[in-house]
């Protein structure tokens, strides 16, 4: 009997130069929103440029599984009927999350003020990653719920019989639990306040005005307040979903790193929400040029020209942190292949991410022969320039997916290859990460070993 693995090691080596022009999936943020407001609203929604990731995938399993129809159709587009606020029916079976965070705490939002019970699971590392945040405001509205302790997956919500608007003030800048209460805001009568310390991604905000919801948002005495009313009649819509930059954050800092590239990505996502990679590795002294913006229906996207560049250490500031969460891993690489040292701040939330990324990245890094230097919130790379790398290691990803492609990058310039563990999780946000960047001409490879 031939057993297909359930890890695909695989290995990257110098490479020669990247070149091309390239278009990476879609936004992942993005694409779980339009599945999640398409659901919510009334008539057909159709979505245009979805990720089909194994992440957003769950989120259509949990949508049909709350009672809208989705469908794909020919041409790539996909369509959700959706079956408006407050209809939403019990599922029949456990809602799996697999990987996604992002989907799992969308998704209790948007049932905490409908009458239903619904059970959620997710893989070994989403079940060790908090609920907790999103719980709290939730229970606030009149949900309740009964988890793991410490707020751990598997847990069962029942939403609210009887919803009450609330006003939370979030202690954390996550677009994650900002999304949770402004969703469960729809079905709760009267005006919902979201505060948050600084500024997250504003995907749910643009989307849900687009859809129809009143919804606003101001920044007040250094805070950002959100506030949206209740009992919003969404309407179905079109949804355009822009390139993904923090995929894109792949093949442009790798095109940074090997000598001789030069790389055109189309079409990404440029929300200023989002741009904080490209500021930094601007500062660093890449050489990026963005061309043709414009307003891809309600997100600005461009087309990116990228060119290998000398690159120095830099102090990158912890009020960056919330426009590039998940650039972090990537930046680490090129903070190592750069000349000087790199410190990055106010990096907490690292830990609860995929794996805690702060170790993930730091061990990984001195297993190939980089200077590291970890605290609870920071990380500082001690970078010699380009060719000082040895590599040679083979990391662990703690199946995290931007582990694996950041460190599948480095092996792009170290001295001797990178072998990772894993690269099966890389198919929760870039299923065609290993293709497209083949394609460009990066030396990457994997290694698929069926048991027998
Ligand atoms: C996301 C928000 C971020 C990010 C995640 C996607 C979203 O998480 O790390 O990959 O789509 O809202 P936090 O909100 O927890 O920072």
Redesign the pocket.
Known sequence: MTRVANVIPGFSSCSKPLVGSTKVPGD??IS?RSIILGALAIGETRVHGLLESADVLGTIDAMTSLGAEIKKNRHDSWSIFGVGVGGFSEPKKVIDFGNS??GVRLVLGAIATSPIVATCSGDRSLSLRPMGRVLEPLQMFGASNLSRSGGFLPLTLAGAKNPIPITYVSSIP????K?AVLLASLNAPGETVFKEPSR??DHTERMLKSFGAEISSEIQDSECVISCNGYAELNAQEVFVPGDPSSAAFPICAALMVEGSKVKILNVCQNDTRNGLVITLKEMGAKIHIENERNLHGEPVADLLVTSSDLKGIDVPAERVASM??EYPILAVVAANADGKTVMRGLR?LRV?ESDRIYSMAKGLSESGVKIEETEDSLTVYGNGPGAIAGGAKIKTFYDHRIAMSFLCLGLVTRKPIMVDDCKSIETSFPNFISLMKKLGASIELRIENES
């Open positions: 992942k943020s779980h965070g992002t996550s677009a994650q639990v999304s997250s991604r969460i998940d939330e991410k």
